[in-house]
């Protein structure tokens, strides 16, 4: 199983578009935040896939839910954009939270700064930006074998 993950598309609904297309393989799109009217303007081109998304603290106004949790493959994945746990000053807080929810997986945005880590049993992705320079998004592979997180500069 393929999951696309992508965060901070900021109105360049053209670049999570590209990164879908890059990305055909993935069943599942998961979208971080600050960008949520993006994924409403491609998700019919794709109705194929399943989209999750998160608000960020750049929707304004959004009825998006500011976290959520979902099983692929097995493997409990908790995802959120990220402010509500101050990820610019650290991540001692969202770790705590994706603990306590018992996740295999942790995703947020908000920093663009792409981060692929694992700790003590917990796998954790940044995926970056989609928007501005160097534009970057997440891959998360599970399978029989395991599971394997990475980066990807958009082609």
């Known amino acids: 199983m393929r999951i696309l993950v992508t965060s901070d598309t900021h109105g360049d609904f053209g670049r ?10 993935a069943d599942i799109v998961i979208h971080l935040g600050d960008g949520g009217d993006d994924v409403e303007k491609v998700r019919f081109s794709f109705p194929n896939k399943t989209f999750l998304q998160v608000r960020g603290n750049c929707d304004w106004g959004s009825a998006m839910p500011e976290s959520g949790e979902y099983m692929a493959g097995g493997k409990k994945i908790f995802y959120t954009h ?5 990820v610019k000053s650290g991540d001692y807080t969202i770790i705590s939270e994706a603990r306590s929810r018992k996740a ?15 700790e003590d049993g917990l ?33």
Do not use: C
């Open 82 to 86: 990220g402010h509500n746990y101050g």
């Open 123 to 155: 796998y954790i992705m940044n995926p970056g930006r989609l928007s501005g320079w160097e534009p970057t998004y997440g891959i998360i592979d599970i399978t029989e074998q395991g599971m394997v997180l990475n980066v990807m500069k958009l082609p």
């Open 104 to 118: 295999d997986i942790l995703l947020f945005g908000h920093t663009h700064q792409p981060r692929e880590d694992y």
């Open 16 to 25: 999570l578009r590209r990164a879908i297309l890059a990305q055909q393989g």
